[in-house]
């Protein structure tokens, strides 16, 4: 049975930092494109951060560069580590995997972690 396991949420004051980790199993990811997305109160998910299934490429979306950092080893753990925290940080994290070659080729999501960024 495949799973994505999320930990490392919490509260935070704006400009401290937080290190997501999401742990998966039940396979071999070595094929999959790892991400996280972001849901915000009242707003569509959005995708945060993306390293491919070699580990050579990273994609950030513009408001996280230069303060987030998408990492994976070969143990199948995926991290985010969030430095300079804003409020509009805030949102449930959730980790995803999904196949290089397209999402009909697998596609699996973590329950999520919650970040609550205060001012």
């Known amino acids: 049975q495949v799973q994505l396991v999320e930990s490392g949420g919490g509260l935070v004051q704006a400009g401290g930092s937080l290190r997501l980790s999401c742990a998966a199993s039940g396979r071999s990811f070595s094929n999959y494109h790892m991400n996280w997305y972001r849901q915000a109160p009242g707003k569509e998910r959005e995708l945060v951060a993306r390293?491919?299934?070699?580990?050579?490429?990273t994609y950030y979306t513009d408001s996280v560069k230069g303060r987030f950092t998408i990492s994976r080893d070969n143990a199948n753990m995926v991290y985010l580590q969030m430095n300079s925290l804003k409020p509009e940080d805030t949102a449930i994290y959730f980790c995803?995997?999904?196949?290089?070659?397209?999402?009909?080729?697998?596609?699996?999501w973590g329950q999520g972690t919650e970040v609550t960024v205060s001012s």
């Open positions: 995803n995997a999904r196949y290089y070659l397209g999402a009909s080729g697998g596609d699996y």
């Open positions: 390293i491919t299934w070699s580990g050579s490429a």
